[in-house]
């Protein structure tokens, strides 16, 4: 199983950019896909998390600002991000919990992509 992002980039404070997250390989199922992130010298942290019924939970930090969406018939994860801060600036990373098959389920992640928000 393969998660690609793309959509990261240079913006400017108060901007917008919006991440997208495909799955593809060998997918029975996919439960919850979600978007983390991780700033230099920080831990990586979650951003977003939605749920294969499209119940999402969010990161105080991004509350009101950050929105979370998925295709469950595409395997794709979105993250519409508007009133960007430079302290959004760091590495963004897809998650996704994978059913293989009916019994066996792992968590996989994507490369990364850079997301720069400047003053």
């Known amino acids: 199983v393969q998660l690609v992002e793309s959509g990261g980039g240079l913006v400017r404070a108060r901007g917008s950019l919006k991440l997208s997250c495909a799955a593809s390989?060998?997918?029975?199922?996919?439960?919850?896909m979600g978007w983390y992130r991780q700033a230099p010298g920080k831990q990586r942290e979650l951003v977003a998390q939605?749920?294969?019924?499209?119940?999402?939970n969010y990161a105080d930090s991004v509350k009101g600002r950050f929105t979370s969406s998925r295709d469950n018939g595409k395997n794709t994860v979105d993250l519409q991000m508007i009133s960007l801060e430079p302290e959004d600036t760091a590495v963004y990373y897809c998650?996704?919990?994978?059913?293989?098959?009916?019994?066996?389920?792992?968590?996989?992640w994507g490369q990364g992509t850079q997301v720069t928000v400047s003053t």
């Open positions: 998650n996704a919990i994978v059913q293989v098959n009916r019994n066996d389920e792992y968590e996989y």
């Open positions: 390989g060998s997918i029975f199922r996919i439960n919850d």
């Open positions: 939605i749920t294969s019924g499209g119940s999402t």
